[in-house]
């Protein structure tokens, strides 16, 4: 079914979504929710689309079919959906498996990083490549789709600081430290610890993000690492997508402390969609899968490496993401008690979407980019103010964009 934004409104009315909203009836709410969300400047900090090589005819400007069961291969992110779900632009993620480390991986990240800046080429009517908070707020409103790009993963820059000062001027707006194995210079949460957080070289690595404009991006490294950074940073940094410990244990997502910390340096947690890192139960399920899914993500990075192998790489992930799934799944709904607990926390400046799309098994009812705005339309229920929802959607972003922006001149100017 093609559905467009207007559209949502009959799903909305007479779908059967559960909206209790104090003293709003369901149907003034949804099309108050569908104003907004229309209105506002929607972001999401992380989208894998692009990183990964795609099933066989998939194309950025054709609607494809979101994953299920049913369907393995489907897609979360593309324009007619990003159209449809009112995404006015997301964080792009350059990515390689973190093993894969040296020249090859400067390399494929250029590539990635090329294939970006064609993207947008190819398409000048619906998107723009935007580098700073301005070009999103101009793109927005000669209503193109924003395309940013999050490098994601620290292993890219090979070490080396002339490497990261090529990628932020080919547009790289923030740097993932770690993905899921340590680096040369920061540990990550998903490896054992072998530098006590960051190495002397990982804080210069920090600095001259800042010095750069290029956000820091604490998603994936350990809470050491985490703890370090906020300490060396100078300007905010974001958790690009990362969910709340408090509610789910998974060692990706948060503390209260960690939230807390992030917010009163002025950045921002982006809310991770994937269903392991939003619900407790499923989370110890997977965990108990956890080694046989570590054997088969092995096995496809030793079977199939490098650059030249991504294609059957990326087939074996989704064999492993399937694997996962016979875990179970949750609702979507629990994103928005992630969104609601870190809120409670820090207050509404401090928490975004990061929606991890085509890089993570969804929960059901948040299956791709055109779900949106069940979001907006849950945050009212929940009696949130409009300013609240469009912080959440995207201002904070757009203000911590700012900040680095306003940061790294003045750093320069020294
Ligand atoms: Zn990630």
Redo the contacts with the bound molecule.
């Keep these: 079914m093609k559905r467009t934004l207007a559209s949502w409104l009959v799903v909305f009315a007479f779908g059967g979504l559960a909206l209790t909203a104090g003293q709003s009836s369901p149907q003034s709410l949804d099309a108050r929710a569908l104003r907004l969300h229309r209105d506002a400047i929607v972001l999401d900090t ?1 989208d894998d689309t692009m990183s990964e090589s795609h099933p066989p005819g998939w194309r950025f400007d054709a609607r494809g079919i979101a994953p299920s069961p049913e369907h393995p291969d489907g897609t979360s992110v593309d324009l007619p959906r990003m159209r449809e779900g009112g995404l006015d632009g997301a964080f792009f993620s350059v990515y390689i498996a973190g093993t894969i480390t040296g020249p090859p991986a400067v390399t494929a990240a250029r590539r990635q990083l090329d294939a970006l800046h064609a993207l947008a080429a190819t398409h000048p009517a619906d998107l723009a490549l935007c580098l700073t908070a301005a070009d999103v707020r101009a793109a927005h409103k000669a209503k193109k789709i924003a395309i940013l790009i999050g490098i ?1 993963g620290g292993h890219m820059i090979n070490d080396d600081l002339t490497v990261l000062d090529d990628f932020a001027r080919r547009g790289a707006r923030y740097l ?1 430290l770690t ?1 899921m194995v340590n680096t040369d210079w920061a540990d990550s949460s998903g490896d054992q610890p072998a530098h006590n957080g960051l190495t002397d070289f990982g804080k210069q690595v920090v600095h001259e993000l800042n010095r750069l404009g290029v956000m820091v991006d604490v ?2 490294v350990s809470d050491k690492t985490f703890w370090d950074v906020l300490a060396v940073s100078q300007s905010p940094v974001i958790a690009s ?1 990362s969910s709340c410990r408090a509610l789910c244990a998974h060692p990706r997502n948060m503390t209260d402390e960690m939230i807390k910390a992030l917010a009163a340096k002025g950045g921002t947690i982006q809310i991770n969609f994937y269903d392991g890192f939003l619900d407790q139960p499923l989370y110890l399920k997977q965990k108990a899968l956890e080694p046989e899914l570590q054997r088969m993500r092995r096995e496809a990075l030793e079977k199939y490496p490098g650059p030249q192998n991504e294609q059957k790489r990326a087939e074996a992930m989704r064999a492993v993401d399937m694997k996962e799934r016979s875990a179970g799944t949750t609702s979507w709904e629990k994103i928005v008690d992630h969104i609601d607990h870190a809120v409670k926390l820090v207050g509404a400046d401090h928490v975004g979407l990061g929606s ?1 799309f085509d ?1 993570a098994v969804m929960p059901t009812g948040m299956e791709d980019c055109s779900m949106l705005p069940k979001i907006t339309a849950a945050l009212l229920a929940r009696g949130y103010s409009e300013k609240a929802i469009r912080d959440i959607l995207g201002e904070n972003v757009l203000r911590i964009m700012e900040a680095n922006e306003k940061i790294a001149n003045r750093l320069r100017a020294r």
Excluded: A, I, K, R
């Design positions: 992380h994601e993932t993905h998603s994936h997508h991890d890089g």
